[in-house]
Each structure stands twice: as C-alpha cells, then as structure tokens.
C-alpha cells in the first residue's frame, strides 16, 4: 500500500511532464480556442501519445495494451494537468476503455479496443442528462423492438461527444429516473441516423457536446453489458474516473499554485516583493496544506484501484471532493494574487480557474462526493 | 515465516496475554501515566501495565538497548505499534522525556550524559518539563531572557519561565537560557537541572478548561553543575528547535492518539441529532460532519505518505510545521463540531444534571484551544511553511 511511486512510474511521469510541456503547453490550448478549431484537439499528437502506450495504460497486452494501472495513467493525467492539455483522455481512456473491458462481449471488445489502444478510435461515454452529476437520474429511452432498440432523448455535457467516433449511451429501459435498475448502455455510430451532436462552447475551451437522439435504431448487438444492470459497473467505472480527474486537477492545481508563488517572488510594491506581506504567506501556505492532502488521497485512491480493493467508492468520493475544494480555493487565489495581470486573458493563470470550474462540476462536485462519502460511510 | 512476521506473531501473543482488559479501554485523563519520583495510578492495573513494559523496555521501544531502550529496529517498532493499535492498547507512559527530551539528547548528549538521563526517562522514574516560554519570549522564543551566568564551576540561573507544563509535578527540567546578551539566537544554551534544586520555585496558573497543569517558573540563584550543559556553550537553538520539531509531531498526533476518550464525531452527531434512514438528521451538520471526516482521512494519509518519503530519504522537509498546524486545527474543528451537536448538553460546567461524557466534552473543548498555540502558535508553523518549503522573501 505504498504512497510512493515507483522507479517505472518515476521515469513515465517525468517523460510525460517534458512531453506535455514541450507538445501541449498551454498555448496549444489557447490556439485551438482561437482558431476556433472544430476537432478542439491536437489528433495526430493523440497517435504520438497511443504509439507511446498512454491510450492502452489500463488495457491488457491482449488488445495491445501495455496494462500499467491506475497509478501509471494517474501520472500522465497529472501532468496534463499541469499544461491544461486538451486529449480524449478522460472520454477514450478512463472511461471508454474500462467499461468496454468490463462489459464488452468479445466481439465488441476485438472491434473496440485495439483501435482505442492505436489512438484510431475515439469513444464518448454519453450520460449526463441535467446540469448537475446524477447518474441514476437517466431518462433518455430505449426501447427494445425485435430489430432491436430505439433510442429517443437527450445528452448533456458529453466529453468528447461531437468527436468521438462511437459513444456509449446510457440509457433507460425500465423503471424510472432516479431508479438504480434499468439502465442499459448502448454502443452508438457518431454518425446515426437520428443522432445530432451540437459541440457546446464551454470556458475550458475543451471538448464537451449536447446530443439529441430522434428514433435512433441500434442492432441487438450495439447493447454494451446487461439489459437493466447497467448500474454497477457504470459507477464502477466512474469511479476510476473521479479518481482520475482528481489526477488532472492535482497537476493543475500544484501548477497554478507554482506560478502563484514565482509570481509572490517577483512582483515587487511598496519596494519589497509582495511574498514577504504574512497576508499572503500564510494563504499560499494554507493551499500547500490543501495541496498535500490531495496528493496523498489521489496516491491512495489510485493505488486503491490498482489493488481493487473494496473502498474504492469511498476514496473516489474522498478524493475527488478534496480536488474539486483544493482546486477552487487555488484557483481562486492564484488570480487574486497576480492582481489586475490575473484577470487578463493575455495571463495564463485564468486558464487554470476556468479548466478547474469544469473539472469540478465532472462527475460530481465536492458537495455531491461529501454527500456520497457520508452515505458510504453510513453518516 | 520471516523474521519480521516471527516478530509480529510473537509481539502480539506477549500483548494479549500481558496487556489487561482495562487497559484497552478509552482513556480518562486522569488515568494518564506520567511516572516521575511520585508516580500515581489511579487504575490499579495502570500499574501493571506499566510495569510490564517498562521490564520489555516498550516505553521507548526505539531506543538503543544501553541506554534503556528496546533496541527495535524501525520496522520493528513499527509493528509493535500497530499491534498495539490493534488491540487498542493504552499509551503506558506519558512522558516529555520520551517524547521531546530523549531524541535530542541522543544525538548531542555526551555518553555520561545519555547513561546518566535515558534510562530513567525509559523507565519512567524521572518526569521532566520544558522550560521555554517566558513571559516576554513566546513566538519570538530567542528573545528569552532567563540568565545562566559562568561561575567557574557552575551556572547561575536566574530568571522567570511561563505556561510550563506540569513544572510543580516535574522533577527535572529542560531549560534554555541566555549564556550571552550580546547576540540573539546565538546566546541560548540547553541546561538540565533538578526541579529541587534551592532557588526553583512554581505556581500553578488555572486554565480556561478547570484544570491548572501549567506554571510559572521561577528561579533564583539557581546552581547548575557544568556537566549538565547539553551540547556546546551558547549552542542551544539548534537544538531547542530540534526538539520543537518533535514536540510538533507529538502536539500534531493529538485527538487522534490511540485510546482517546471521545468518540468520532458521527457518532455523536447520530446520538444527539438522531438518525433516520441511518442519516444523521440535520443536513447542515451532516455536510460539515463528513467534511472534517474527510479532511481526518486525507490528514491520515498525508502522514502515512510523509513516513514512507522520509524512510524512502525523498521527504521534502516542512512537514512537521504542516502537520502541528492542520492537525491541531483539525481537533479544534472536532471539538466545536461535537459542542454543536451536543447543544445546551455540551454547555455544563460541573455537577449532576450533566453526565460525565458531556462535562468532559465541555472542558475538553476548552483545552483544545490551547493546541494551536503550545509548541508554536498556528502562525508561526504558517510562517515556518512560507519561509522553508516556499522559501517567500522575509
Ligand atoms: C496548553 C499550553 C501548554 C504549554 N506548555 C508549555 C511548556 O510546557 N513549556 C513552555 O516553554 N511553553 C509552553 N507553552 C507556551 C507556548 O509555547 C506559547 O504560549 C506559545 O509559543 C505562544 O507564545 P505566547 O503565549 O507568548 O503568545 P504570543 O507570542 O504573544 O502570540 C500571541 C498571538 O500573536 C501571534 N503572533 C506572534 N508572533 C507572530 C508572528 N511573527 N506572525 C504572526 N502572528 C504572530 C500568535 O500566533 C498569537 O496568535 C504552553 C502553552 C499552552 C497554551
């Protein structure tokens, strides 16, 4: 139950931090934003980086996979954190590829997953439905008919969504919103007919759609896992997800947190660096607190998944909500801190408040995970 | 089986048969251990207990054997935590000589100094006080005035200290003192001396929580052999803050000691606030309940990661300042959480109509406040933080 890393994970973290740094700094980001670019993503860097491995970090060599566990993939997402890197690892790789791992059939995980490993395939998963994370809330019908299922409805928020060459719905196929049972996922056509993607433009200037689904007709084989008990691994895999987006939010965190301190040691008023004010010291040092205490929840959780342990729930919701506090309060004092220069957008330190606000309301924020930790824990 | 595991099997057979039933039961402060020329027990089987391991030498299992110590390698003393942590087992010794003393002294003490003062600071014989705070050197410690003047073959201490802990129970203390008035930090050194030595005087100050365990210390003409001088002349800061970092560990580790008597916070709340459908019943203090629940697990964790760098030699430094800061708010945080779910049970001060959880929950609370500011304020660790790990300008 090691907190540390060890040396292979070390070297991966460490490449991947010149990778990030060299190939997606933060100016990447801001050049697709402001070229307007459609894609909203660099796709031949994504190939670099699956001929790397990262697409098939958790996947088994038998789909190509270099299967190098959470605690590996938590780095690489650390770091892309830092640079605020705009990839489909979150949609494809912490989502996608687990849960077809988990539920596919063979069929389904031949056609799937080595091309996800190849950084060909591109997969969203679509679930939420209302502006707030509730994954039990699903309404969007299927309707089993005997050539198959008829999807009508609609999807939020959707990662990767308008991109994605395929997209796992989920959906409801008994029971009603709010009711953990009959929910069912679906393996859709980015191109159905029926289906329309709106990219939204969100103030990460990442990639995120609003799907509409008009009598869509899916096969019988489209149906991803069991009818109705869609349930339990789908939160499973959301698990593995708030876990690592914690990941990318403690990159982006600690990095937001650096800049702000470089900064404390330069800007000079009243003849003296404003890092000697104790107004200011002794916040930076109540987020260095905050930003440790990520760190060793992160650590913990990852390693927790790595071992599959049972409180894999509790510490997803543990770390994720310690993420989604830590990141608001140093986002929020990092533009404080840099003064009228923070709130420029020629500055980068907004860039990482307006990621974070995102990656906060992913996959539930910290009031959502407090409540879910109190209730794992029986409170 | 390897030799790690022998250990552990046979360390928790000699626990189980010689640990008793009582002793694995929460706490009451009074029943606390300290030891020293008088020491008192007032559960019978304290005794026991502590004579049982004070003869495996487990009060310090860490220590060298030659000077009184268990002799345990790291791993070693370790497990014995842990298993004594399983078993619930109470702290035997409560003891400023383990906790603060003992690891400076090991590493600057002369070897007549480490044989004459570890072996009974092992067996609990003798209880020391720190003698640090006055009542113009708080925060700004080396501004400490306390003279010990060179009398040829001896020091004469003359001087006042404050708010030291338990110095009318002590019988040694450990002092710093000003050698040289001509410069600051560089002008301290780090006595020992026998609190009945003539000139050594104490009164108890009352505290906000009832009790009265802290002193102010007054010595007059106060003769110290040269001998008991720890370290070099006018060379006590660095050690002085040596054992700060260790007395930050210790203060940092406070509501969370094995065998403390208050019940985690949920369950107090789920008593006092009630809770159907297995939730506690008032969403306000449910939320900030399982808050501080959370923030106490990512606290856990932050130490047990911090042990693992500093054994692994990759520990970046600063964290005792860190964790003598947020664990000792943390406590504060528990204790006014467990006053709001307790209500107007929690407000009493003495008497019947309170039961005797809820008074101690009170004068509890009370004490609490007195952690963020014993063994360096919560700002001065901020300070230490900002300084250290952030290096910011002064
Ligand atoms: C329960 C308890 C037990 C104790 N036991 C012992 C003992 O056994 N032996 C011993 O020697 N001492 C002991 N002390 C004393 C303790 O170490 C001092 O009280 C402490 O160091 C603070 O000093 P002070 O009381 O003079 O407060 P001050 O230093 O006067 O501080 C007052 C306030 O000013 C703030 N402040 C001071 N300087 C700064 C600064 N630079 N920046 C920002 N804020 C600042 C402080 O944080 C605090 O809030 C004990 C104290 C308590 C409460």
Redesign the interface.
């Known amino acids: 139950m090691?907190?540390?890393l060890n040396e292979e994970q070390t070297l991966l973290k460490d490449y991947t931090h010149s990778f990030f740094g060299e190939k997606l700094p933060i100016s990447a980001l801001r050049a697709l934003r402001d070229g307007k670019n459609e894609t909203g993503f660099d796709r031949d860097l994504w190939r670099q980086m699956a001929e790397m491995g990262w697409a098939g970090v958790l996947l088994p060599e038998t789909y190509g996979g270099v299967d190098f566990g959470y605690k590996g993939l938590g780095q690489v997402l650390e770091e892309s954190g830092r640079t605020l890197a705009a990839t489909p690892l979150v949609s494809t790789v912490l989502l996608s590829a687990p849960l077809v791992l988990e539920v596919g059939s063979d069929a389904q995980k031949q056609n799937i997953l080595p091309a996800i490993v190849s950084g060909d395939l591109i997969l969203a998963l679509a679930l939420e439905e209302t502006p707030r994370h509730t994954p039990a809330n699903t309404a969007l019908h299927a309707e089993a008919d005997s050539d198959g299922y008829i999807l009508n409805g609609a999807k939020t928020f959707v990662l990767d969504g308008h991109i994605a060459d395929q997209l796992i719905v989920v959906t409801r196929t008994s029971g009603a919103p709010g009711d953990v049972d009959g929910l069912s996922m679906f393996l859709v056509d980015g191109g159905a007919n029926g289906l329309t993607r709106k990219r939204t433009t969100l103030v990460d200037s990442r990639n995120a759609a609003n799907l509409t689904f008009n009598n869509v007709r899916v096969e019988p084989d489209a149906l991803l896992g069991p009818v109705d008990r869609a349930y339990g691994a789908l939160e499973a895999v959301l698990d593995g997800a708030r876990i690592g987006l914690a990941a990318e939010m403690l990159g982006s965190g600690l990095e937001a947190f650096k800049r702000t301190?470089e900064y404390?040691?330069i800007r000079e008023q009243f003849g003296?660096?404003i890092?000697?004010f104790?107004a200011?010291?002794?916040r930076?040092?109540?987020m260095?607190?905050e930003l440790?205490?990520?760190?060793?929840?992160v650590?913990?959780a990852l390693t927790a998944l790595d071992e599959k342990r049972s409180d894999v729930p509790q510490l997803a919701s543990?770390a994720k909500?310690?993420a989604c506090e830590m990141i608001e309060l140093v986002t929020n004092e990092a533009v404080q801190m840099h003064g009228g220069i923070g709130m420029t957008d020629e500055e980068e330190i907004g860039f990482f408040m307006k990621r974070a606000r995102v990656a906060q309301q992913t996959f539930g924020d910290a009031?959502f995970h407090?409540?879910r930790?109190?209730?794992l824990?029986?409170? | 089986m390897n030799a790690l595991e022998r250990f552990r099997a046979k360390t928790r057979t000699w626990l189980e048969e010689n640990c008793p039933l009582s002793m694995r039961t929460p706490m009451p402060e009074e029943e606390r251990v300290w030891g020293g020329r008088q020491p008192k027990f007032e559960n019978p089987d304290s005794k026991i207990w502590f004579d049982r391991m004070v003869a495996q030498a487990w009060t310090v299992p860490a220590w060298p054997k030659e000077y009184g110590g268990g002799g345990l390698s790291r791993e070693e003393s370790i497990i014995l935590g842990e298993e004594m942590g399983r078993l619930k087992c109470r702290v035997p010794l409560f003891s400023f000589g383990i906790s603060m003393l003992g690891p400076v002294l090991l590493k600057y003490g002369t070897p007549e100094q480490k044989a004459k003062h570890l072996p009974p600071i092992a067996r609990g014989e003798l209880r020391w006080c720190q003698g640090y705070s006055e009542p113009g050197a708080g925060s700004d410690l080396a501004s400490l005035k306390t003279r010990a003047e060179d009398k040829g073959n001896h020091y004469l201490v003359n001087g006042q200290k404050v708010w030291t802990s338990y110095a009318h129970l002590a019988d040694w203390i450990f002092c710093l003192v000003r050698t040289d008035t001509t410069t600051k930090h560089a002008g301290i050194s780090f006595l020992l001396f026998d609190m009945t030595t003539p000139g050594v005087e104490t009164r108890p100050i009352a505290l906000i929580s009832g009790g009265s365990f802290f002193c102010e210390t007054f010595f007059e003409d106060v003769i110290v052999p040269k001998d008991q001088l720890v370290g070099k002349l006018n060379g006590g800061w660095d050690i002085a803050k040596q054992l700060l970092q260790h007395e930050r560990g210790m203060i940092a580790q406070i509501g969370r000691a094995i065998g403390g008597k208050v019940p985690p916070v949920y369950k107090v709340a789920k008593k006092y606030l009630g809770d159907e459908n297995g939730k506690i019943d008032d969403p306000a203090l449910r939320d900030a309940v399982v808050q501080h629940t959370m923030n106490d697990r990512a606290f856990d964790l932050t130490i047990k990661r911090a042990a693992q760098e500093s054994e692994a030699g990759t520990a970046s430094g600063g964290a005792s300042s860190m964790f003598k800061f947020y664990g000792t708010e943390q406590n504060k945080k528990k204790f006014e959480l467990i006053m709001k779910c307790v209500g107007t049970n929690g407000l009493g001060w003495e008497g019947d109509e309170f039961d005797d959880d809820e008074l101690m929950i009170c004068r509890t609370w009370l004490r609490s406040k007195g952690n963020s500011i014993e063994g360096g304020t919560s700002e001065i660790q901020l300070n230490v933080i900002a300084k250290r790990v952030l290096e910011l300008p002064d």
């Open positions: 090691s907190l540390l301190i404390l040691k003296v660096p890092g000697s104790q200011l010291k002794h930076a040092a109540l260095f607190c440790e205490l990520t760190k060793s929840t650590l913990e543990l909500a310690k009031g407090r409540d930790y109190a209730t824990m029986g409170f």
